[in-house]
């Protein structure tokens, strides 16, 4: 890890950037005027930071409307269809629109009590929209 004062942080943020991604670095940026202090943690690093986060859906077929359910208790999101997998569409779906909205508001969210719900969300942000790797998260592939 290495620790950068705010202003040469500024300086050399391509760098550290490059550096956080290539060499896997750890930076630790911290303001002394304002006792703020943040982290530069690069891609590949943060996905192993959240690998093995996964979840466990739950299916429910409505039988009198015959509709498909599928509940992920670690997001708190549904999806819903005629077939499983129109369910399973909608629940991708429902799982990346959640955490666009998470990310635009996390106060709410953490105010809320959804903090439990951040490494899923961090999760859902590395796949980029990638739908197939969604379903394989959610446990639908």
């Not at 429902?94 to 951040?118: C, I, Q, T, W």
Request: net charge negative; charged share 30%.
């Amino acid at each position: 890890m290495l620790a950068l004062v705010l202003n040469e942080a500024k300086k050399h943020l391509a760098d550290v950037i490059k550096e956080s991604n290539k060499k896997m670095r750890l930076f630790f940026i911290k303001d002394e005027e304002n006792s703020l202090r943040s982290w530069i943690m690069g891609e590949q690093l943060m996905e192993m930071l959240f690998d093995g986060v996964s979840c466990c859906p739950e299916w429910e077929k409505e039988h009198q409307l015959g509709i498909w359910t599928v509940y992920v208790p670690e997001l708190d999101v549904w999806g819903k269809g005629e077939t499983e997998e129109e369910a399973a569409e909608d629940l991708v779906s429902a799982a990346f629109d959640y955490m666009e909205v998470f990310l635009g508001n996390v106060p709410f969210f953490l105010s809320a009590g959804r903090k439990k719900h951040l490494p899923y969300i961090f999760s859902v942000m590395l796949m980029h929209g990638n739908r197939d790797k969604m379903r394989e998260f959610l446990g639908l592939a």
